[in-house]
Structures are given as C-alpha cells and as structure tokens.
C-alpha cells in the first residue's frame, strides 16, 4: 500500500513538474511567436514605408527629367528661331547690299554722270530716297529679330542677357556704319575722288568683324546653357 501511494506521489510529482516546465515552454514560445509577430509587423511598416519613399523619389525624378526635358526642348526651339531670324536679316543685308543697291547705284549713275545740275540734284534726292526704302527696310527685318530676343531675355543668364545686349550694340554699330559709306557714295566729293570711302569701308569691315564674333560668342553661350539643364 506504501509503495503504490509513493508510486502515485512521485508520478503525481512528477507530472505536476512535467506540467509547470510545459506551460513554462509553451509560455515562453507563445512569447516568441508573439514578438515575432511583432517584428514581422514593424519589418512590414518598414518596407512599406521604404517601398512608398522609393516610390515617390522615382516619381519625383521622373518628374524633374520630364521639367528639364520640357525646358531643354522650349529654350532650344526658341534659341533655334532667334538665329534663324538672325540669319535671315543678315540675308537681308546681303541682298539688299548685292542686288538691291547695285540697282539704286546704276540708275543714280545714269542720271549723275549726265552734265546738268539739275539732274544731279535730282539723282541724289532720289538716291537717297531709295537707300531710306532700304534702310527702313531693314529695320523691319531687324524689329522681328529685336522682339525674339525680347523673348529670349525672359529665360536668359545675366551672362547672355550681356552678350545679348553686346550684339545689339554692335549690329547697330554696323548698320549705321553701312548707311554712312552709302550716303557718302552719292556726294560730289566721293565722285571727285573715291578714295575717301576708304575709312569708311575699314570701318564696315571691322563692324561686321564685330558683330561676327559676338554671334559666334552668343551662340556658344546658347549651347552651354543647354547643355548645363
């Protein structure tokens, strides 16, 4: 009878061990699978919050290229038409200069050469009507160019806003050194001896010179400040 109550005792004792060191365990995985979870969860608010911060730097990259992108295309097409336009008034120019003028200067001649003052008078007056016409002219070409580049100053560095303003200086410098060696060419003095058109004619020449190289240096300027967007 002893034997079998020390029998239960001690598997009594021994299951009540069993139990405590089992819910112990079981307390302690319950733990576990609790902070697992846990992790897991803040491991998915980190991931989410990781994948949206990529997610709006992408968008916002994305978005910057396709600014930059748009103001590559806008300024390019703008510097595109305002030395197309400069191309066509120094065009102009020049054909005003070969063929235009040379028409004005014959039919001036046919009438100056004639021995009457009168004649002479008359020749000059209209010579000079005429060189106006092209001077005027002129100035209508260069009116499209002058409100292009109006247009271009709204976008422009303070560096082309200077070459900018260095170009227009010297254009009109050139222009008015044209109108003076033309209206030169109808006075009696020019036709008494023409070799005093040749200052003035050094002087055209070094004016195109100028204005030359400040559209090579207003070009250049274009090309990297397109290259830096």
């Keep these: ?82 030395f197309s336009l400069l191309d066509e008034f120094q065009n102009k120019c020049n054909s005003i200069l070969i063929e235009r003028f040379q028409l004005i200067m014959k039919e001036f001649l046919s009438e100056y050469l004639v021995n009457d003052d009168s004649v002479k008078r008359q020749a000059t007056v209209k010579y000079n009507e005429n060189i106006q016409i092209l001077v005027f002219e002129l100035n209508e070409e260069y009116l499209k160019v002058k409100t292009e ?14 070459l900018l303003d260095e170009l227009e200086i010297v254009t009109k410098g ?13 006075t009696e003095e020019y036709w008494a001896d023409t070799s005093i058109i040749t200052p003035y004619l050094e002087n055209s020449t ?3 010179h100028a204005v030359q190289s400040s559209y090579n240096a207003l070009k250049e300027q274009m090309k990297l400040e397109l290259h830096e967007i």
Excluded: W
Aim: glycine share 4%; charged share 30%.
């Design 206 to 208: 070094a004016c195109g």
């Design 149 to 162: 580049q109006n247009s271009i100053r709204l976008i422009a560095s303070p560096k082309m806003d200077s």
């Design 174 to 186: 050139a222009t008015e050194s044209s109108i003076k060696m033309l209206n030169v060419m109808s």
């Design 1 to 82: 009878m002893d034997l079998a109550l020390n029998i239960i005792c001690f598997g009594a004792g021994a299951l009540s061990l069993y139990l405590t060191a089992y819910l112990k365990v079981k307390g302690k995985n319950k733990a576990l699978l609790e902070d697992n979870q846990k992790l897991e969860e803040e491991k998915q608010k980190v991931i989410a919050k990781y994948r949206a911060e990529t997610e709006e730097i992408i968008k916002q990259h994305t978005l910057d290229i396709e600014r930059r992108k748009f103001q590559y295309e806008d300024k390019r097409a703008q510097f595109s038409k305002y």
